[in-house]
C-alpha cells in the first residue's frame, strides 16, 4: 500500500516500464522531473485509489496468511524503494484490479514484478488480477470480494532482465547525483 506520494530520489518498481522505455520523450522528461524533486505528480483517479484501497481486502480473500506490505523495501545502492502488496516465504505478491481483466500479464507488470523480486530477493512473483464491475469503484471501502473474479500470473525472476535494469538505474543514480538529464545511447 502506498502511503508517501513524494517519489524524488528514488526509483520504485512501478517506475521500470519507464525507466526501460524511451528516454527521448515527454513523459521521460516529466517522471525524470519528478524524480529531481522538480514536480510533483499528484495525479490520481478513482481507479487508482480504488486499486490501493481493497488491497488486502483482495488479498485477505486470496489466502490471509499473506504477510501484507507496510513498509517499502529499500535497496540503498541503487536508490530503489518498492512498496510490495503481500509476501509470502517463497514469493512476492502483487494485486492488481481491471475492469476487463487480461488474458496476458502486460508487460510493465512483468517488468514491476521482476524489480519486486530483486529487492524482495526472492525468485518468484505471483501477480493476482481481481476483474472489477463498475458499481464497485463507488463504494471501495464495502468490497465483497468475489473470489471466482481473481486470477493469477506466476512470474519467475529474469537475471538478464534485471542486469540491463541495474545498468540504467545506475547510470540514473549517478545523473541524479550530478544534477544532469540522462541521455540512453543504445550501441
Known amino acids: 500500500m502506498i502511503t508517501n506520494q513524494d517519489r524524488s530520489g528514488w526509483f520504485g518498481a512501478s517506475d521500470t516500464n519507464i525507466i526501460m522505455g ?4 515527454t513523459p521521460f522528461a516529466l517522471w525524470w522531473m519528478e524524480k529531481r524533486g522538480t514536480i ?3 495525479f490520481t483517479n478513482k ?4 486499486g490501493n484501497i481493497v488491497e488486502h481486502a483482495i488479498i485477505d480473500a486470496i489466502d490471509p496468511t499473506i ?3 507496510i513498509r517499502p523495501i529499500y535497496v540503498r545502492e541503487y536508490r530503489i524503494r518498492v512498496n510490495y502488496d503481500g509476501m509470502k516465504p517463497d514469493h512476492v505478491v502483487e494485486i492488481k484490479t481491471s475492469l476487463e481483466g487480461f488474458k496476458r500479464l502486460p508487460k510493465s507488470y512483468w517488468q514491476q514484478a521482476q524489480v519486486l523480486m530483486f529487492a524482495a530477493k526472492k525468485r518468484r512473483c505471483r ?3 481481481y476483474r472489477t464491475i463498475p458499481e464497485e469503484y463507488d463504494r471501495p471501502y464495502f468490497l465483497e470480494v468475489d473470489k471466482s473474479r481473481i486470477t493469477h500470473f506466476d512470474v519467475t525472476y529474469d537475471p538478464k532482465f534485471i542486469r540491463r535494469y541495474l545498468e540504467r538505474v545506475v547510470y540514473l543514480k549517478q545523473c541524479l547525483k550530478d544534477g544532469t538529464f540522462p541521455v540512453w545511447r543504445v550501441a
Request: charged fraction near 25%; charge should be neutral.
Open 22 to 25: 524511451n528516454w527521448e520523450t
Open 47 to 50: 481507479f487508482m485509489e480504488f
Open 67 to 69: 504477510k501484507k506490505g
Open 40 to 42: 510533483q505528480n499528484t
Open 127 to 129: 501477480v493476482y488480477v
